[in-house]
């Protein structure tokens, strides 16, 4: 009776060969019943172990079968990280296709989008490769979705001429100079892109590759809207929509129904606009539920918790059992050290808060309730004080008298306004650099309109979101204010202009007129230059006066942030 292969083999103990063989016939078993595939699956790297080659063909096959045969891509990449790993293990003298299984987990990962994971692995397949069109391509293909659009013509067009240089079937070098084409297409470079993309379609419709041929229709109709050319671009979207539906290849719906929408929106149709732009985004959520990333996540993360475990084994038979106790309760009490600590520490923080947060509250109380008892007692007061001397200037009066009274109401309207600025600064609710500056500006335009002079107020918006504090904004009012009145009843001036702004770490603002000037090292009467020199130095600030005859005044302040 004739022996069969596999006891001749069993004879010569040739495992490696044998194993081969038993591979073989898997694949051959594994298309009448799919379940022996995840029996095989769970051998391989127990029974196979000592032959890599052997091993890294199994994981390639059974990444093969589960990604395309039995569309299981969760256990596809459990196959492909394994193999993965052996070609990080062992050189392209043990594994005899190195490179044929970098190129298939390069395309696997460009598919599910992992476009770093494709273009190392790619790059690290093309230096072992005789044939390196698919991985020039594929990795000009991951740099197009990287929006590194040089690098992948780069690399697409060393795939077209390595398609020359093998003598490839002409298609594979106009995919190629398709790809090129959609990377100028993107670039919005469409002189260059055309040309590509034209060749692209006529040679895939020449081959009667359908969905290829979609693929350039697209981004030609959507040149084609650029150029106005209304008809052309029609033509190529009915096109490619039938190309879609021949070829099956309803991924690329993400990319159509986007110029379809333009196309109706540019022509003046947009219900339709609106209609096909909701297409787009259920065709971008089918395509990610198909697709979805989340799948290889899972894979690497059991994958890492293999390795885990496994470096776990080995450490546990070098350990005693003793140690490792030892070492998990010392670990356990310095993390609930720390976790007290932490805790302590936090609760002092939030203590610490807590207390100045009142402080604050308190604060603000104090400021709310002085502004409105500063109002309401002795603004009211003054307010009487000069409607009482005002009645007495409507009757008649000795001159002495009536001069008096003048000088009553006078210096009761003069203290009446520094009261209101005194209650605006301590007032919480004015607080914000927004009101401040509305306060600025206000002022000085009533000042300019009652004195027939010309106001212009410049301010950034950088401006309106710094938070001074009260005594800093009350200086700085009554600075500006100072500054103003100054300029309006002494300088003779025709126009007064401000600018406020940050820059630099500091708070800027000039205050300038283009009146007579004085001479600022001359001896005056009067408070009003000392005063805001006090001011400033108060905050810490510093106020420069410059001033000449016949050419104005300007007051700056700066104000370190």
Known sequence: MKKTIKEKLAQKEDKELRFFLELIE?????????????????QIDKKYKAFPNIQAMCYQTMGYYYFLVAVNYEKAFSAYLKLEKLLEIYPAEVITNYAN????????????????????????????????????????LCFMEQHEIDSAIHYLQKAANVAVIKNKPNIYRTISLGNIGHGYYQ???YEKAKPLLLIDLNEASGTGDWGLASGAEIPLADIYLAERNWKAANDLLDSARKHINHSQQFSRLEKFFPVLSRFYQLTGKQKLALAYRDSTIKAIKRNDSVFNSLLVMRVQQRTDLEKLLEERSKLESYKKVSQIRIIALTVLFIVLLVVILIIRYY???????????????????????????????????????????????????????????????????????????????????????????????????????????GFQFRTVEEVSSLALSMTMRKN???????????????????????????DKGFFSMQVTDNGGGFDVAAKREGNGLSNMSRRAKEVGADINITSSKEKGTAVTLLIPL
């Open 26 to 42: 898997f694949t051959n078993e594994v298309d009448r019943n799919t379940t022996v595939a995840d029996i095989f699956y769970d």
């Open 101 to 140: 299984y970098c190129g298939e987990i390069s395309s696997a990962n460009y598919k599910f989008k992992d476009y770093k994971k494709a273009i190392e692995l790619g790059k690290r397949g093309v230096k072992y490769a005789d044939d390196k069109w698919d991985f020039y391509n594929t990795i000009g």
């Open 187 to 189: 670039k919005n470079q």
């Open 347 to 453: 609760r002092g923080r939030l203590e610490k808060d807590r207390k100045q947060i009142a402080e604050l509250n308190r604060i603000m109380e104090l400021r709310q309730k002085l502004s409105a008892d500063m109002h309401d007692d002795i603004g009211s007061t003054l307010s009487s004080i000069s409607l009482y001397t005002h009645s007495l200037l409507m009757q008649p009066q000795a001159d002495t008298q009536r001069s008096t009274l003048e000088k009553i109401k006078r210096n009761a309207q003069n203290v009446q306004e520094s009261i209101a600025d005194i209650i605006w600064s301590v007032n919480p609710n004015m607080d914000a650099m927004e009101q401040v500056v509305a306060r600025m500006r206000a002022f000085g335009a009533d000042m300019t309109e009652h004195a027939g002079m």
């Open 476 to 502: 700085l009012y009554l600075i500006y204010k100072e500054a103003i009145n100054n300029a309006v009843k002494y300088s003779s001036c025709t126009e007064i202009k401000v600018s406020i702004k940050q």
